[in-house]
C-alpha cells in the first residue's frame, strides 16, 4: 500500500515550487465532527483539495470558496461552520462576517462547530538580475530580506561573485516559465548590455530597469530599436534604475533599486485593495 503524503511535506514541496495554493487548517471544534483540530487540507487556485481532509460537505464547500477568494486577493480567512440554532443564538446569519470571522451554517447531522483558518500561500515575487557587477552583486544580497525569490543571470565565471543565491544562471538568457510576476534589473557594466537588455524585454514584467547612465540608456535604446524591439516595450524600461536617493556607492544604489521595487510591488496591491473595497 502506497502511504498517504504528509500535507506538511507537501507545503514545502509546493513552496518550493513556486506554486500557489491555500493551507486550511482546523483550529477548533465543539461537539461531533468529522474533523478534529490540527486537520489540514492543501487547496489549489481552481479550488481542488488537492490533499489531507477537513471533513465532510458541510465544511468543505465553503472552505473551498474562502481558498479561492484567499488567493484572488492574498489574505487569509478564519470560517466558522455552527448548526443554525446556534448562530441564531449569537444573533448572526450564514454568509456573515464579523471582527474577522465569516460563518457559515451547518447542515450535517452532527451538528458540531468547526473553526477553519484558511491561509494562502502565494510564491515570492521573482527577481532576475542580469550580470555580475558591484551593484548586482548588491542587490541579490538585499532583496531576499525584501521577500524577492533571487535568480541571477550572468556567465558561470561570475557565479562566484554571490553569496547564497536562489538560483543561479549560466548567461543573460531569462527562462520563458518565469511567470509574470517578475521583476528585472539589467547590471552587466558593459558587458553584455544589449543581450541582456533584449532577454529583459523579451516577455512583460512588473518591472524592469537597466544600471546606468541616462546617455548609455538612451544609447542601449536605439541600438534596440534598430533591432526590432517595440517602442512599447522600451517605454517601461526604468533608467536610470532606483529611486532617486542620491546614492554613490554600489550599496546605496542597489537600496535604491530595491526600495524602487517595493514601491512597485506595494502600490500595486494598495491599488487592488482599494479597487475590491471600492467595488464590495
Known sequence: MTPTPDVLDLVNNMKARGEPFALATVVRTVSLTAAKAGAKAIILSDGTMTAGWIGGGCARANVLKAARQSLSDGKPRLISVQPKDVLEEHGLTAGEAREGVLYANNMCPSHGTMDIFVEPILPRPQLYIC?????????????????????????????TLFGDTDRLIDGYEIPAD??????????????????????ALSTPSVYVAFVGSRKKASVLREE?????????????????????????????????IVAEMVEIRRHGQRQSDNQKEGTS
Do not use: W
Open 131 to 159: 550580470g555580475a557587477s558591484p551593484v548586482a552583486v548588491a542587490i541579490a544580497a538585499i532583496a531576499p530580506r525584501m521577500g524577492f525569490f533571487v535568480s541571477v543571470c550572468a556567465p558561470k565565471a561570475d557565479h
Open 178 to 199: 518565469s511567470g509574470t510576476n517578475r521583476y528585472v534589473v539589467v547590471s552587466t557594466q558593459g558587458r553584455g548590455d544589449t543581450a541582456a537588455l533584449k532577454s
Open 224 to 256: 534596440l530599436t534598430v533591432a526590432g524591439i517595440a517602442p512599447s516595450l522600451l517605454e517601461t524600461l526604468h533608467a536610470p534604475a532606483g529611486l532617486d536617493l542620491g546614492g554613490i556607492t554600489p550599496d546605496e544604489i542597489a537600496l535604491s
